[in-house]
């Protein structure tokens, strides 16, 4: 009975906090994903890395580290792009963007060469072109302090004159989507 009494006389004088996250620099200053798109073969993740000069606008790069981690044995795509927030919700420990972003994609079938190979196929077995891509990006935080787990689902295209000469396409245009979860501050 007394400790039913003191359970009740506890229920009445509870406290509540609102949690704010604590930003180191008061927004994301770099985050790492670990996921996988459309194009690339799943014998390797893409790994993408994102730095945010302005609360805004980022920097980003994604691929799967053809010839650094692992040897390519199936297509793979990468993306070098800036990309800005057009939308952005904030809820306390979460917030989620809608961004757009514009840069450039290269697509590889076979080992990697140095370089980018911009324009039209330049041999008959050449194994990577590049060329401009924009993409739709919807991106979810959820902060934990300093810190946060991060989401981005990816969308877009990329214009490659050289595609069909590299993966065998009918034209010039390569659809994509891609997954990633990581971490960042």
């Given amino acids: 009975m007394l400790t039913l009494l003191t359970l009740a ?3 009445g004088a509870t406290d509540s906090e609102v949690y704010v996250p604590r ?3 008061g927004r994301p200053v770099l985050d790492l994903r670990i996921g996988a798109d459309t194009v690339s073969s799943l ?3 893409v790994v993408c890395l994102e730095g945010y000069p302005l609360a805004w606008l980022s920097l980003e790069g994604c691929g799967t580290g053809a010839n650094l981690w692992h040897i390519p044995t199936g297509p793979e795509l990468s ?3 800036t990309r800005v927030r057009a939308l952005k919700a904030n809820d306390g420990r979460i917030d989620a963007e809608l961004l757009v972003g514009l840069g450039f994609a290269e697509v590889q079938v076979g080992q990697d ?3 980018f190979l911009f324009g039209q196929a330049r041999e008959e077995d050449q194994v990577e072109a590049s060329g401009a ?3 739709v990006s919807g991106k979810v935080r959820w902060w934990t302090g300093k810190t946060y787990m991060v989401m981005d689902l990816n969308v877009g295209a990329a214009v490659i004159p050289a595609n069909p000469v590299v993966t065998g396409a009918t ?9 990633s979860v990581g971490a960042g501050f």
């Fill in 43 to 45: 014998d390797a993740p």
């Fill in 171 to 179: 034209g010039p245009i390569l659809g994509f989507g891609g997954v």
């Fill in 23 to 25: 930003p180191l620099a």
């Fill in 133 to 135: 891509e924009g993409s």
């Fill in 79 to 81: 993306h070098y792009r």
């Fill in 113 to 115: 060469q140095a370089g």
């Fill in 9 to 11: 006389a506890f229920a």
